[in-house]
Nanobody, 118 residues
């Protein structure tokens, strides 16, 4: 499985960005795709995930500002980020969890940098 993320960049506080991540390879019919982020000196944290059944999960810090969506036909997940804050600055990583035969296999994209200036 390969994950190709895009869409990061520099934006002013209050602005918007949209991240995309396309998955290719052997993808389970039951899976979850999503985004995590890691700021310098911190641990990687969940931003938002969406299951193949469209169930979503958001970090409290982004609820109401970020929206995750996916196009299952394209194996692509999106993260629409609105009302960005300087504290959203981080490297954002795309993640795919394949659920198969009772096992969970994790795959990560290469990361895309989001910088929010004040």
């Amino acid at each position: 499985v390969q994950l190709q993320a895009s869409g990061g960049g520099l934006v002013q506080a209050g602005g918007s960005l949209r991240l995309s991540c396309a998955a290719s390879g052997r993808i389970s019919s039951i899976n979850a795709m999503g985004w995590y982020r890691q700021a310098p000196g911190t641990q990687r944290e969940l931003v938002a995930t969406m299951s193949s059944g469209t169930r979503t999960n958001y970090a409290d810090s982004v609820k109401g500002r970020f929206t995750i969506s996916r196009d299952n036909g394209k194996n692509t997940v999106y993260l629409q980020m609105n009302s960005l804050k300087p504290e959203d600055t981080a490297v954002y990583y795309c993640n795919l969890k394949n659920y198969r035969a009772g096992n969970t296999l994790n795959y990560w994209g290469q990361g895309t940098l989001v910088t929010v200036s004040s």
